[in-house]
């Protein structure tokens, strides 16, 4: 099996619904990755394990995702000096302002790189993570530029309806 280099964790298994974008994005350049569902407040314990295993196994990056009082990443970016890539999820009350305000108003010297609130934001944290393993990978670097080539001619060959 191949070294896991992306860990994925998000505080609610309710979380997956918009991870699994980042997840999608990680699987389609055949970046070997592992998800998990843990919290930082539920279960900080479990997660800092979590994080100090797979620092120990290689992982070069953190994809973290969470809702509301979101301090998971910054949980995360405070055990390991690897990146550490953050997606505020969508909340019931708020819509994810208040995840997006929680995670990317970290103190200076613990960084957490914040994505677009939800489905966008995971599959672009998704993308960065393979954009920063192409740094070191010829194959990867192509193929992401290939991906990048077939979406622009995407919007190049769109046909706007006539006008009724
Ligand atoms: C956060 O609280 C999670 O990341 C989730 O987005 C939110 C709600 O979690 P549940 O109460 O539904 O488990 O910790």
Redesign the pocket.
Same mark, same amino acid.
């Given at each position: 099996m191949n070294k896991t280099l992306v860990g994925i964790v998000? &505080?609610?298994? &309710?979380?997956w619904e918009v991870m699994q974008h980042a997840a999608r994005s990680l699987a389609d350049f055949g970046i070997a990755h592992e998800a998990r569902a843990l @919290?930082a407040?539920r279960s900080p314990d479990a997660l800092i394990e979590w994080v100090e295993g797979l620092v120990k196994r290689g992982a070069k990056c953190f994809i973290a &995702?969470?809702? &509301? #009082? #979101?301090h998971?990443a910054g949980v995360v970016a405070a055990k390991t000096t690897l990146p550490v890539l953050g997606v505020p999820?969508p @909340?019931r009350h708020l819509q994810g302002l208040d995840?997006l305000l929680s995670m990317v108003q970290m103190p200076k010297g613990i960084p957490v790189a914040t994505f677009a609130i939800g489905d966008a934001g995971a599959a672009n944290a998704g993308l960065f993570a393979v954009a920063m393993l192409a740094l070191e990978d010829a194959a990867l670097s192509k193929k992401l530029a290939e991906f990048r080539r077939k979406q622009a001619d995407a919007v190049l060959a769109a046909k706007l309806p006539e006008l009724k």
């Open positions: 998000m &505080g609610s298994q &309710g979380d @919290s407040h &995702g969470a809702g &509301g #009082a #979101a998971l999820i @909340s995840s």
